[in-house]
């Protein structure tokens, strides 16, 4: 038998973290791995519905879990068709505007578009306080009455 040295089975602190390195990155990536198994039983009934028989890599099963996380907290902020369809008439009255302000054309004309939504709006709901707030800033004067609001014939 070969005498040992008691020199050599001191080690350094950096040939140390060489040799622990390598372990604690296998023991992260198991973790990894395990919770990623996890999801994937969890979540067992979700990934048939979207992937009945393929194989699901780790990036897969992430996303679903993200997907099926952000859907069932959306019911919270659920939204009735009428808030829906008055919010986006705002962001398109918002954007008219913002796109007005860019052209210079007569002040009439912009009055114009903006009393016609303005009248359009205020027939189904009113006008949101976003678009009120729009029209004030570039100068549009607020609707006085109701009285000389005009119906706009549509066909359909």
């Not at 996890?38 to 699901?56: D, G, R, T, V, Y």
């Not at 902020?77 to 808030?83: L, R």
Request: hydrophobic share 35%.
């Amino acid at each position: 038998m070969a005498p040992i040295n008691v020199c050599n089975l001191a080690l350094s602190s950096k040939e140390k973290l060489k040799i622990r390195k390598p372990v604690v990155e296998k023991m992260r990536r198991d973790r990894i791995n395990v919770s990623i198994e996890q999801l994937k039983k969890l979540l067992q009934n979700e990934f048939k519905a979207h992937h009945p028989s393929s194989k699901l890599e780790k990036a897969d099963i992430l996303e679903m879990a993200v997907g099926y996380l952000r859907q069932n907290s959306q019911p919270a902020s659920f939204k009735t068709p009428q808030q829906s369809y008055s919010d986006g008439f705002s962001q398109c009255l918002e954007e008219t505007l913002r796109f007005l302000s860019f052209q210079d054309p007569t002040k009439e004309s912009q009055f114009k578009v903006l009393k016609h939504f303005q009248n359009t709006q205020m027939g189904a709901r009113g006008l949101s306080s976003a678009a009120a707030a729009l029209g004030s800033q570039h100068g549009f004067p607020k609707r006085s009455s109701q009285g000389d609001c005009k119906v706009l014939w549509r066909p359909w």
